[in-house]
């Protein structure tokens, strides 16, 4: 009984268990720390609303997650636009209004793309910086930059500079400046091809345009590390609520969960599953990804999170229909070919 237990012990470990996985290190992003205080208005930049003729300047529009785009429905108002990271407000301006923080790498790292044009991206000047504790690449991201101070290939440490606060970039002005920090997963090695499947502009940033980075809940994760210093990413993935799980054709390894093996669940016991069942946030993050019998020709939702109105409100418009039954839209579709690297 005793080998029993320990056999299907064995088999539900992941494959590759990080060797050297270790805690985060993360520190803030600027000297601003309201996010910790009782009024985390001081730290979120707002947004210009406009709902229904009433104009508003509400702080929430900085938050990570579902904090833009109202639209009244059955189920009350929801906030149908995702927003992949926080935008934080300056502490220190210049008798003109301009921004004078700095920014702080949050953790140990290598700065991995500096984009130091202005234009080009909506993000304005930004800067990438690539983190591995042991549980894969992960990459923090901070935009609308006046500009980079620090260099592509240059190796940082939590709370070194980098950058100075700005507002480059869309949709932005001096009175917003802000610095718009992400916390983000890799979605494909091969985004070039997906990209020109799909757009005929030019990609001016490599495997590090944003539709090839996916943002977590960057706000929680800086609280959860508060509260726990030793925590680590998979553990923090581990608290997040999953909202939808999606099938996709198997039949070959996964690109993805060899970037990120601790996602995986039982898989070393089918190296070549009829399918791959993803198990994601409501925002698109994956947190877990296990082998599954049933074989599908295209990516299917199996589950979602029962809702009274449209899952695309919900989802990022990944997913369409209600109650308990959805699909991917278009979209959804899109990023299912991204993330598995089927294109
Ligand atoms: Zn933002």
Redesign the pocket.
Same mark, same amino acid.
């Given at each position: 009984m005793r080998s029993l237990l320990l056999a299907i012990h064995l088999v539900i470990l992941p494959l590759f268990p990080p060797l050297f996985a270790g805690p985060l290190g993360l520190m803030l992003p600027t000297d601003n720390d309201a996010i910790f205080s009782a009024d985390p208005s001081k730290f979120y930049?707002y947004t210009d609303r406009n709902f229904e003729g009433v104009q508003s300047k509400p702080w929430q529009g *900085?938050t990570y997650g579902f904090s833009r785009n109202q639209k009244r429905t059955s189920v009350g108002i929801v906030y149908t636009r995702l !927003? @992949? *990271? =926080?935008?934080i407000r300056p502490v220190r301006r210049d008798d003109s209004g301009n921004p004078l923080d700095d920014i702080y790498s949050i953790m140990d790292g290598t700065v991995v793309y500096v984009n130091a044009s202005s234009t080009g991206s909506n993000y304005g000047r930004y800067i990438v910086v690539h983190h591995d504790w042991g549980y894969g690449p992960f990459f923090s991201l901070y935009? !609308?930059l006046s500009s980079a101070t620090a260099t592509l290939g240059q190796k940082v440490r939590a709370g070194q500079p980098i950058a100075k606060m700005g507002y480059t970039g869309a949709g932005i002005n001096r009175e917003r400046a !802000?610095v !718009? =920090? @992400?916390f983000n997963m890799l979605l494909s090695d091969r985004f070039q091809v997906w990209y020109d499947r799909h757009f005929t502009s030019k990609n001016n940033h490599g495997i590090y345009n944003g539709f090839n980075l996916t943002g977590m809940d960057i706000a929680a994760l800086l609280k959860a590390h508060r509260a726990n210093p030793n925590l680590t990413i998979d553990q923090f993935l581990a608290s997040q609520e999953l909202h939808y799980k999606v099938l996709i054709p198997g039949g070959k390894k996964l690109d993805f969960l060899r970037r990120y093996p601790f996602l995986g669940r039982n898989v070393n016991s089918v190296m070549f599953p009829k399918s791959w069942e993803f198990s994601f946030t409501a925002t698109g993050i994956p947190l877990a990804i296990e082998p599954n019998k049933q074989q599908v020709s295209y990516p299917t939702v199996t589950y979602v999170k029962p809702s009274g109105t449209d899952h695309s409100y919900l989802t990022a418009g990944r997913l369409s229909g209600s109650g308990s039954t959805a699909k991917l839209s278009p979209s959804g579709s899109r990023y299912m070919q991204l993330i598995s690297d089927s294109f």
């Open positions: 930049m *900085g !927003h @992949e *990271g =926080v935008d935009a !609308h !802000h !718009h =920090v @992400e």
